[in-house]
T-cell receptor, first 113, second 114 residues
């Protein structure tokens, strides 16, 4: 069962454009994490959001946790080639096994110069 | 740097042979996880550990076993490798402190079963 749906699956844009990636679920999560993965490497944690409605900014990246804690979005302003990578969202469900994350399938972002 | 290493980084093996992958951490984290990553499937949990000798199954555990005899080491064994187990395997750790269980990943092991 895929608890987290990410969209779009692929995104190819020009440098300087803005984009938004979505992570949706019918389940409520106690926290949601965003990771970026580059080819040949493991995922790297970008941010964790915990409170419904929470917004966090990391330079040109803005992360938002839905009010009901079922969904999240990642917005990138003025994308750069260095933003290229696989973006993964992962939800933590305290109602199930502690410490277990449920991952979405990812959004593959390519930013062309 | 979360101090996680995986070995080997690449391995090619034949169908039916046993294979053991090692994950080593240097920061004494309680939780350790093994995932596999395949195109179109994302990261899927194989097994995890919440302490020495305490392990449990994830969503794709068939054909895999694990052991954790020391805090720092988490071993994943394919008892008899099959071609469907060709994948990239990632180990992750979590301290389980604070409000969340943030996970930190190793560099991965690319396994090919021929």
């Amino acid at each position: 069962t895929q608890l987290l749906e990410q969209s779009p699956q692929f995104l190819s844009i020009q440098e300087g454009e803005n984009l938004t990636v979505y992570c949706n679920s019918s389940s409520v999560f106690s926290s949601l994490q965003w990771y970026r993965q580059e080819p040949g490497e493991g995922p790297v944690l970008l941010v964790t959001v915990v409170t419904g409605g929470e917004v966090k900014k990391l330079k040109r990246l803005t992360f938002q946790f839905g009010d009901a804690r079922k969904d999240s979005s990642l917005h990138i302003t003025a994308a750069q080639p260095g933003d290229t990578g696989l973006y993964l969202c992962a939800g933590e469900d305290r109602g199930s096994t502690l410490g277990r994350l449920y991952f979405g399938r990812g959004t593959q972002l390519t930013v062309w110069p | 740097d979360a101090g996680i290493t995986q070995s080997p980084r690449h391995k090619v093996t034949e169908t039916g042979t046993p294979v053991t992958l090692r994950c080593h951490q240097t920061e004494n984290h309680r939780y350790m996880y093994w995932y596999r990553q395949d195109p179109g499937h994302g990261l899927r949990l194989i097994h995890y550990s919440y302490g020495v000798k305490d392990t449990d199954k994830g969503e794709v555990s068939d054909g895999y076993s694990v052991s954790r005899s020391k805090t720092e080491d988490f071993l994943l064994t394919l008892e008899s490798a099959t071609s469907s187990q060709t994948s990239v395997y990632f180990c992750a750790i979590s301290s389980g402190t604070g409000n969340t269980y943030e996970q930190y990943f190793g560099p991965g092991t690319r396994l090919t079963v021929t």
